[in-house]
């Protein structure tokens, strides 16, 4: 199946401090991109969806200057906790729809674990 | 709004044996994909099985299979043989045909398997 690859894995930073996480789809076109996040034994949260050269659509109750979605080209898109406090800290995760009409499937990442002190 | 519920958060079973994991999902449309994902403890999600809400029958995958009721929004999964690789959080989802791909999942189930 397609391949999504995140990066960095694991990330620990200072309160105050920035942080970003990439996400690619390794050997597929990715119009679409999800960014989801995780709290621990829950369910994952749709925090926004981003296409390639546009802005990025956020769920409701997510701050947009917090949270910053860049999806440059049809393999990357980014997101950016911006001045991450330690209410930051979550397992994200990004998936990556090829695009296709009728084929449904999403490709996920191996996800983020961002930890702020 | 599609919601997704999983009703037991937690399940246990014996190795080689069966499991059954339910949810219930709620939408007013007629088109649209269902899923199981697995999330082992390395956290990646893993596609188990998808269902198009047109097709009256039920996936089936190896020992994996669904029963999709779509009168009464229901699609349950089926491990069948139970290994212990199979232990994971098991969350049902649920993807609209139209617009974005956006995907809706339930809260999870957890599967333990007991050698």
């Known amino acids: 199946g397609a391949v999504v690859s995140q990066h960095p894995s694991r990330v620990i930073c200072k309160s105050g401090t920035s942080v970003k996480i990439e996400c690619r789809s390794l050997?597929?076109?990715?119009?679409?991109m999800f960014w989801y996040r995780q709290f621990p034994k829950k369910s994952l949260m749709l925090m926004a969806t981003?296409?390639?050269?546009?802005?990025?659509?956020?769920e409701q109750g997510v701050e947009k200057d917090k949270f910053l979605i860049n999806h440059a080209s049809l393999t990357l898109s980014t997101l950016t906790v911006t001045s991450a406090h330690p209410e930051d800290s979550s397992f994200y995760i990004c998936?990556?729809?090829?695009?296709?009409?009728?084929?449904?499937?999403?490709?996920f990442g191996e996800g983020s674990r961002l930890t702020v002190l | 709004a599609q919601t997704v519920t999983q009703s037991q958060p937690e399940m246990s079973v014996q190795e080689a044996e069966t499991v059954t994991l339910s949810c219930t999902y709620d939408t007013s449309e007629s088109d649209y994909y269902l899923f199981w994902y697995k999330q082992p403890p390395s956290r990646q999600m893993i596609l188990v099985i998808r269902q198009e809400a047109y097709k009256q029958q039920n996936a089936t995958e190896n020992r994996f299979s669904v029963n999709f009721q779509k009168a009464a929004k229901s699609f349950s999964l089926k491990i069948s043989d139970s290994q212990l690789g199979d232990a994971a959080m098991y969350f049902c989802?649920?993807?609209?045909?139209?617009?974005?791909?956006?995907?809706?999942f339930g809260t999870g189930t957890k599967l333990q398997v007991i050698p």
């Open positions: 981003s296409n390639e050269g546009s802005k990025a659509t956020y």
């Open positions: 989802a649920y993807r609209s045909e139209r617009g974005y791909q956006k995907v809706t």
């Open positions: 050997d597929f076109q990715a119009t679409t």
């Open positions: 998936s990556a729809w090829t695009g296709v009409i009728g084929t449904g499937e999403l490709f």
